[in-house]
């Protein structure tokens, strides 16, 4: 029987970016993926860190409500912080199963200044990407970080990386024990 690693979103990158971390950590073929669309508790476009991990943690929390047998529960949070002369965008991954959590952050990168101006207006990121770029539903493809690299970097590897690493404790679960028990 495959294990059930519930994510708290159905957005595509989010759902394959969980999917190619935890193949990539634990083998392909043992999980089966189920995705839920659960609030985050936050805003829509969440500002600063503790916001951000807040919502990753508060959409994992919710998701395990709405599907209580699984292995791992997973919510993956984009937010946005102020920073000199500018603002960088970045998200959190927050990971818990009944023994233990894990979580991390991914790189953070600079946005530009128009789309910074729409933000501080008060538009999420993906609808701010989308009036620039004059695009789409972007948050559902490559999102900011693809756009601005020229899909050097793409969403579902940007956040595969932060998966992995908030896979971590339960990679090394003797060295994580104590800090979550």
Known sequence: MKKRVVVASKNPVKLKSTKDAFEKVFGANIFD???TEVPSGVGDQP????ETLNGARNRAHNARKLVENA????GIEGGVRVIENGMEAFAWVYIFNEDMEGKAQTASFQLPPEVVKLISEGMELGH????VFRRKNSKQGNGAVG???GDLIDRVAYYAHAVVLALVPFMNPSLYKLNNG
């Open 33 to 35: 993926f189920i995705p």
């Open 47 to 50: 500002l600063g860190t503790e």
């Open 71 to 74: 292995h791992y529960w997973i």
């Open 128 to 131: 701010a990407d989308d009036l």
């Open 147 to 149: 756009l601005l690299t």
